[in-house]
């Protein structure tokens, strides 16, 4: 059985199908990149994953447990995190308080517990934070610790969003466009940082990104989707080979 | 300039950052613990408004300060805490007994109203909440049996360990204290923990809240119970404070003065709440010392660039009466409320933190570090 399984999976709007009957499966430790055209269904089908949208119809599968009808916030807990492309951080908070939001699913105290701050919540607090302090160690954000998101430049938040997706310890990360709005020097360090994700904290990558210089780079394997379907699966040389992906990129 | 050099994490966590605080506060402390005794019985009564009003303005800052759900319903909470204690004192229920039960039951009632609130957002919610108010306010009049109607509630003295605290007494005064002490220590404890985190994640982008593994509906649910259960507890000391109580003190009015003591004060911190609830109970005494004595003065300013007497005294009428028009003092709320909008949305305390920094930079200050940034992208597709 694969470690994450998507099964005739379909989002359809009034009779828009931006995914439509999509099966495709992730193995355990590799990374899996989505490409294809604006508007192919890329997002779409993260958000399905993420619960932010409810399938029309088909499965998702993970780690051999029926995830369709679990909650976004569920999703979480099971160990499946995700970046934003657009961006979804909390701009009116620090880097810091960003990233321990993102330790919300492994925090266990109550609430009265919290309200008199006993020594139990001090304890996680710290222990929270010294997760978080590895991340940030992780992906270099030192210097902007106890800065306000709101002031960062967009290339910092980027790698933000990729830290607090790190913070909840995910089994599964997904990457929504990471290298969008980077530029070159960004984009290098963003395919390490990815590789890494694999080699060095073992966890499991599907990516969607345009950029083909970092999928190259960085992918085991690589889905094409055009129109809401899979025009090729394979290795990114094989996938971009491919004569249907030849033709939805090029129009041939 | 100070410069703090951070060794254990949990200097981040500690409520005093740094010894100045200690020092700071404990002058504060110091002041509000012999003021009852050398304050004129006058100020006194005030203070205990601040703190009745600062109470309530940490409860909606929690709302919607920090978990960013817009309520103006907040004069109905404090009704239910005020009328919840009236009721039980007639059966003779000790104090802290119908203290606590108020409190928890204004936290169930804001629980069931955080629920239909879920599916609400912005300008939606506000007016769900005024909704409830005069549900609320409506149900005060009519059910009689409970609440006497219109005709109000009287509220005795409150007794305590079998002794009467009276309403001016220094021992109302701290209880008032120490209540809205409490709930400034149980605000920051929150705010320092997971719960305090996901509230605020909550406001600035539920979608990625959501992601995070925070449940966005549960804890919006709790934030309000929790806003409403402080609210109860003021309005308990409400209640005993003005020691009579009647649905048309709890109008929208009130709930509007509640959103103005966040707004002016600062809707980020509970200094801003005690800021807020300052401007609010002294701007009544100051209108009406405006309203005495500005009518003379300008008349005595005019007579001495050379206005005969009839003149100055026609002057003086006629700023009397536009003085005392009706509806003065909504106008003037009004005014400040935009202007603090426009110019300081961060309120008093934001003011206040900027004029800190600019001492504590001194000369370095750059009058664009507070200048408002665009914010760069933010997805509203997903909501």
Same mark, same amino acid.
């Given at each position: 059985?694969?470690?994450?399984?998507?099964?005739?999976?379909?989002?359809?709007?009034?009779?828009?199908?931006?995914?439509?009957?999509?099966?495709?499966?992730?193995?355990?430790?590799?990374?899996?990149?989505?490409?294809?055209?604006?508007?192919?269904?890329?997002?779409?089908?993260?958000?399905?994953?993420?619960?932010?949208?409810?399938?029309?119809?088909?499965?998702?599968?993970?780690?051999?447990?029926?995830?369709?009808?679990?909650?976004?916030?569920?999703?979480?807990?099971?160990?499946?995190?995700?970046?934003?492309?657009?961006?979804?951080?909390?701009?009116?908070?620090?880097?810091?308080?960003?990233?321990?939001?993102?330790?919300?699913?492994?925090?266990?105290?109550?609430?009265?517990?919290?309200?008199?701050?006993?020594?139990?919540?001090?304890?996680?607090?710290?222990?929270?934070?010294?997760?978080?302090?590895?991340?940030?160690?992780?992906?270099?954000?030192?210097?902007?610790?106890?800065?306000?998101?709101?002031?960062?430049?967009?290339?910092?938040?980027?790698?933000?969003?990729?830290?607090?997706?790190?913070?909840?310890?995910?089994?599964?990360?997904?990457?929504?466009?990471?290298?969008?709005?980077?530029?070159?020097?960004?984009?290098?360090?963003?395919?390490?940082?990815?590789?890494?994700?694999?080699?060095?904290?073992?966890?499991?990558?599907?990516?969607?990104?345009?950029?083909?210089?970092?999928?190259?780079?960085?992918?085991?394997?690589?889905?094409?989707?055009?129109?809401?379907?899979?025009?090729?699966?394979?290795?990114?040389?094989?996938?971009?080979?491919?004569?249907?992906?030849?033709?939805?990129?090029?129009?041939? | 300039?100070?410069?703090?050099?951070?060794?254990?994490?949990?200097?981040?966590?500690?409520?005093?950052?740094?010894?100045?605080?200690?020092?700071?506060?404990?002058?504060?402390?110091?002041?509000?613990?012999?003021?009852?005794?050398?304050?004129?019985?006058?100020?006194?009564?005030? #203070?205990?408004?601040?703190?009745?009003?600062? !109470?309530?303005?940490?409860? +909606?800052?929690? %709302?919607?300060?920090? /978990? @960013?759900? =817009?309520?103006?319903?907040?004069?109905?909470?404090?009704?239910?805490?005020?009328?919840?204690?009236?009721?039980?004192?007639?059966?003779?229920?000790?104090?802290?007994?119908?203290?606590?039960?108020?409190?928890?039951?204004?936290?169930?009632?804001?629980?069931?109203?955080?629920?239909?609130?879920?599916?609400?957002?912005?300008?939606?919610?506000?007016?769900?909440?005024?909704?409830?108010?005069?549900?609320?306010?409506?149900?005060?009049?009519?059910?009689?049996?409970?609440?006497?109607?219109?005709?109000?509630?009287?509220?005795?003295?409150?007794?305590?360990?079998?002794?009467?605290?009276?309403?001016?007494?220094?021992?109302?005064?701290? #209880?008032?204290?120490?209540?809205?002490?409490? !709930?400034?220590?149980?605000? +920051?404890?929150? %705010?320092?923990?997971? /719960? @305090?985190? =996901?509230?605020?994640?909550?406001?600035?982008?539920?979608?990625?809240?959501?992601?995070?593994?925070?449940?966005?509906?549960?804890?919006?649910?709790?934030?309000?119970?929790?806003?409403?259960?402080?609210?109860?507890?003021?309005?308990?000391?409400?209640?005993?404070?003005?020691?009579?109580?009647?649905?048309?003190?709890?109008?929208?009015?009130?709930?509007?003065?509640?959103?103005?003591?966040?707004?002016?004060?600062?809707?980020?911190?509970?200094?801003?709440?005690?800021?807020?609830?300052?401007?609010?109970?002294?701007?009544?005494?100051?209108?009406?010392?405006?309203?005495?004595?500005?009518?003379?003065?300008?008349?005595?300013?005019?007579?001495?660039?050379?206005?005969?007497?009839? !003149?100055?005294?026609?002057?003086?009428?006629?700023?009397?009466?536009?003085?005392?028009?009706?509806?003065?003092?909504?106008?003037?709320?009004?005014?400040?409320?935009?202007?603090?909008?426009?110019?300081?949305?961060?309120?008093?305390?934001?003011?206040?933190?900027?004029?800190?920094?600019?001492?504590?930079?001194?000369?370095?200050?750059?009058?664009?570090?507070?200048?408002?940034?665009?914010?760069?992208?933010?997805?509203?597709?997903?909501?």
């Amino acid at each position: 059985m694969s470690y994450f399984r998507a099964e005739n999976l379909s989002l359809h709007f009034g009779g828009l199908k931006a995914v439509d009957a999509v099966s495709f499966a992730v193995e355990k430790g590799e990374i899996l990149s989505i490409i294809g055209p604006n508007g192919a269904g890329k997002s779409s089908i993260f958000n399905l994953v993420s619960r932010i949208y409810n399938p029309t119809s088909g499965r998702i599968f993970f780690e051999d447990q029926d995830i369709t009808e679990e909650p976004a916030f569920g999703i979480a807990k099971l160990g499946i995190a995700r970046t934003f492309q657009n961006i979804e951080l909390f701009e009116n908070a620090t880097l810091l308080s960003n990233l321990l939001v993102g330790r919300h699913r492994h925090s266990t105290t109550q609430l009265w517990q919290e309200l008199l701050f006993l020594p139990s919540v001090k304890a996680n607090e710290k222990i929270h934070r010294r997760r978080v302090e590895q991340v940030i160690e992780f992906l270099d954000l030192e210097p902007y610790r106890d800065k306000l998101i709101s002031g960062l430049p967009y290339g910092v938040r980027k790698v933000i969003e990729l830290a607090r997706a790190l913070c909840t310890e995910p089994k599964l990360i997904l990457l929504d466009e990471p290298s969008s709005g980077l530029n070159v020097e960004e984009t290098d360090d963003m395919s390490f940082w990815i590789r890494d994700l694999k080699t060095e904290l073992g966890i499991t990558v599907l990516m969607v990104e345009h950029d083909m210089t970092l999928v190259n780079r960085v992918s085991d394997r690589v889905i094409a989707l055009n129109y809401g379907k899979v025009l090729a699966m394979g290795s990114p040389a094989e996938v971009q080979r491919h004569p249907d992906v030849v033709a939805a990129y090029l129009g041939a | 300039m100070r410069f703090m050099f951070k060794t254990d994490y949990e200097d981040d966590i500690k409520l005093f950052p740094h010894g100045g605080y200690i020092v700071t506060y404990g002058v504060l402390l110091a002041f509000l613990v012999v003021a009852p005794f050398i304050l004129s019985s006058y100020l006194v009564s005030q #203070l205990v408004f601040v703190f009745i009003y600062a !109470t309530v303005g940490v409860g +909606l800052m929690i %709302l919607t300060g920090f /978990t @960013g759900q =817009a309520s103006l319903g907040h004069a109905a909470f404090l009704a239910i805490g005020a009328y919840t204690a009236a009721y039980l004192q007639q059966y003779n229920v000790p104090f802290p007994v119908y203290f606590l039960a108020a409190g928890l039951l204004t936290g169930v009632v804001g629980a069931m109203v955080g629920f239909p609130a879920l599916r609400l957002q912005g300008i939606y919610l506000v007016i769900a909440t005024i909704s409830f108010a005069f549900i609320i306010e409506e149900i005060l009049a009519r059910w009689e049996s409970v609440t006497h109607g219109n005709e109000g509630m009287r509220v005795k003295a409150l007794q305590f360990l079998g002794t009467a605290v009276s309403r001016d007494s220094p021992s109302f005064y701290f #209880l008032c204290l120490a209540v809205l002490t409490l !709930t400034i220590v149980g605000t +920051l404890n929150l %705010l320092r923990s997971p /719960t @305090g985190r =996901a509230f605020v994640a909550i406001r600035d982008s539920e979608t990625a809240a959501r992601s995070m593994g925070v449940n966005v509906s549960l804890y919006k649910v709790k934030s309000f119970a929790i806003s409403a259960a402080i609210t109860g507890f003021a309005g308990v000391l409400f209640a005993h404070k003005l020691s009579f109580i009647s649905p048309e003190m709890f109008t929208l009015q009130l709930s509007i003065e509640f959103i103005i003591v966040i707004l002016i004060g600062g809707a980020f911190s509970p200094h801003g709440a005690v800021l807020g609830a300052i401007f609010i109970v002294m701007i009544d005494p100051f209108l009406t010392y405006l309203k005495d004595d500005v009518p003379g003065m300008i008349a005595a300013v005019a007579a001495t660039f050379g206005a005969g007497a009839a !003149t100055a005294a026609k002057i003086q009428a006629n700023v009397a009466a536009f003085a005392s028009a009706n509806g003065l003092k909504g106008a003037i709320y009004g005014i400040i409320i935009v202007l603090f909008v426009l110019f300081e949305p961060l309120g008093l305390y934001g003011r206040w933190l900027k004029i800190k920094l600019f001492f504590q930079l001194f000369p370095l200050y750059k009058r664009a570090t507070f200048k408002r940034q665009k914010i760069y992208v933010k997805s509203e597709r997903n909501r």
